[in-house]
């Protein structure tokens, strides 16, 4: 069969998800070490923002003003596939030779080593978050 590496899956949206900013902490060796990190997605800023890296994955935020794009030509993660889902807002996602709009609760895998870009074609502000299975960017990256 032919594959695409756009695939639509909608998901209801939870930008209304009462995420609140909290720590929790587990005791080991009588020292304690947070565990959980939360963030709330829509007061962590504007532009790129890295949320959390472990040793396998990252979590990342992107937000996009109206006219934005990612950047002028197509990134690529060489060694990261990266899994991103528009939380609000419109984008057109080029991935590889394929375009699609995407529009609030739409994810999108994008295998490592494959060229994409976004851009926000909406009349809002457009709020994407991403999983990146390898990190992908340093610990503390931020842009915007």
Same mark, same amino acid.
């Given at each position: 069969? #032919?594959? $695409?590496?756009? $695939?639509?899956?909608?998901?209801?949206?939870?930008?209304?998800?009462?995420?609140?900013?909290? $720590?929790?902490?587990?005791?080991?060796?009588?020292?304690?070490?947070?565990?959980?990190?939360?963030?709330?997605?829509?007061?962590?800023?504007?532009?790129?923002?890295?949320?959390?890296?472990?040793?396998? $994955?990252?979590?990342?935020?992107?937000?996009?003003?109206?006219?934005? @794009?990612?950047?002028?030509?197509?990134?690529?993660? !060489?060694?990261?596939?990266?899994?991103?889902?528009?939380?609000?807002? #419109?984008?057109?996602?080029?991935?590889?030779?394929?375009?699609?709009?995407?529009?609030?609760? !739409?994810?999108?895998?994008?295998? +490592?080593?494959?060229?994409?870009?976004?851009?926000?074609?909406?009349? @809002?502000?457009?709020?994407?978050?991403?999983?990146? +299975?390898?990190?992908?960017?340093?610990?503390?990256?931020? @842009?915007?």
């Amino acid at each position: 069969g #032919e594959f $695409s590496l756009i $695939s639509r899956t909608s998901y209801e949206s939870f930008a209304d998800a009462g995420i609140r900013g909290a $720590s929790v902490t587990r005791m080991q060796s009588s020292e304690a070490f947070s565990i959980m990190n939360l963030t709330h997605i829509f007061a962590a800023g504007s532009g790129f923002r890295v949320l959390d890296t472990t040793e396998r $994955s990252q979590t990342g935020l992107l937000t996009l003003a109206p006219g934005e @794009s990612t950047r002028e030509k197509p990134s690529r993660h !060489d060694d990261s596939d990266q899994t991103l889902i528009l939380l609000a807002g #419109e984008l057109r996602a080029e991935i590889g030779d394929e375009q699609a709009v995407m529009q609030d609760g !739409d994810a999108v895998l994008i295998p +490592a080593k494959t060229p994409h870009r976004f851009i926000n074609t909406g009349r @809002s502000r457009a709020t994407t978050f991403s999983v990146y +299975a390898r990190p992908a960017f340093p610990p503390n990256e931020k @842009s915007g």
